[in-house]
Structure formats: structure tokens, C-alpha cells
């Protein structure tokens, strides 16, 4: 997929890899509740991974955010979690199966009702080609994590279903919006609006060359 954003040059978008959702499960779910993005807005939070992931609500909510890019993390492709879901051991028992897991997923996103990727006031079409199951993947879950105060921390085994875009870092030198969230047919629903600010080219290359 090629995106053309007005005045810039294009940028491409394709689905993430399975294993790249799951390392997205993986970091926000080994943030504690004060400093999670699903609830701070802190997207940099604990950023170290390949590509830079934006967060998306624990469901229910619409929530704006702001992301200013910086340095070498300018030229990360960046992962969207359009609409997704997830779960894992911890919630629903040990001895739930990887095919219940999955189900329980599924069930959120499946046939959504409404799905919704705009950037820079451009809508992006065909998003249910973007679908996404992954897992098991381990999720290690820390002190006051997001989930059900009840559960202990600790790693547990996890799946997950839903629809996802990773793409090539934006144009850099000005601010770019990104809009994503869906409504799923069992009134599972997420909407998040992104203020991007990306350096210029030449912040890029002098950060670059100092590291």
C-alpha cells in the first residue's frame, strides 16, 4: 500500500508481520498502569524496539494524543493498531487453550462494524486486507500492571487478533495527523487521534552522526 500525503512525498504501508504484533502486545503490556500508554498517552514510553509503535485505548474510550519523534527514531517504520485485541492465561485461567485464547480474540474484532485509518485527512481503504492473529506469544507482566488488579504479575502466554498497518516513517520537518479505532459487532470499541511532530532531515543525519 502507498500512501500520498498532500505536499509530501509518498510512504508505503503494508501488514505487520505476526511476530511484530506480538512484540507490540509484549510492550505495552510490560508497562505499569502510571506509566502505560493505554492510559497516560506516554506512547515514548519505553520505546526500544525496531520500529516505533503508537497505542491505541483499552477499549471504550477516544483519547488524543501527541508523539514527538526525535533523533534516530525518525527513521522507524511505525506500528498502527487499527482495531485489535488480546488475551492471554493470565485472564482467562491456565488452563485455557491457545484456540480459546485466539477465539476470545477474535470475537472482539470479528466483522467490526466501523474501521478507521486516516492520515493527514486521507482515509485509507481495504483495512480488513491488514488482518493479523498472533501468538502464543509470553507477555511478562510487571507490578500494578493494566490488567485485572487480581491477577499477579508474572509471565503468562497470550493470542491475538486484529487489524494492524505498519509505515515507512513520515516526512519529516512538519506535523502529521493520524486517526485509527474501530467498533466491534460486540460493542468493543477504540479511537485514538495522534499529533506527529517529525524533525527535519537535517536534525536526522546530524543526530545520527553524534551517536
Not at 517504520?77 to 480459546?100: Q, R
Not at 500494578?144 to 488488579?149: K, Q, S, T
Request: hydrophobic share 35%; with cysteine; aromatic share 8%.
Amino acid at each position: 500500500m502507498k500512501i500520498i500525503l498532500k505536499g509530501q512525498n509518498e510512504i508505503k504501508g503494508i501488514a505487520p508481520s505476526p511476530v511484530e504484533a506480538a512484540k507490540w502486545w509484549q510492550w505495552i503490556l510490560s508497562i505499569a498502569r502510571p506509566y502505560n500508554p493505554l492510559e497516560s498517552g506516554n506512547t515514548a514510553q519505553n520505546q526500544g524496539l525496531p520500529f516505533l509503535c503508537l497505542a491505541c485505548t483499552g477499549g471504550g474510550e477516544d483519547m488524543n494524543r501527541i508523539f514527538s519523534i526525535s533523533g534516530a527514531d525518525a527513521k522507524k517504520d511505525i506500528l498502527v493498531p487499527v482495531f485489535t485485541s488480546a488475551y492471554s492465561n493470565a485472564e482467562l485461567g491456565s488452563g485455557t487453550t491457545d484456540y480459546e485464547l485466539l477465539a476470545k480474540a477474535r470475537d472482539d474484532v470479528k466483522n467490526p462494524k466501523q474501521l478507521e485509518l486516516n492520515i493527514d485527512d486521507l482515509d485509507l481503504r481495504n483495512l480488513q486486507d491488514h488482518y493479523v492473529e498472533c501468538g502464543p506469544f509470553k507477555v511478562n507482566l510487571p507490578p500494578d500492571h493494566i490488567l485485572d488488579e487480581k491477577i499477579p504479575p508474572g509471565t503468562y502466554r497470550a493470542m491475538s487478533a486484529g487489524y494492524w498497518l505498519k509505515i515507512s516513517h513520515l516526512p519529516g520537518g512538519s506535523t502529521h495527523m493520524i486517526k485509527f479505532g474501530g467498533t466491534g459487532r460486540n460493542g468493543f470499541h477504540t479511537r485514538v487521534g495522534y499529533v506527529m511532530n517529525t524533525p527535519n532531515q537535517e536534525m536526522v543525519v546530524s543526530t545520527v552522526r553524534q551517536a
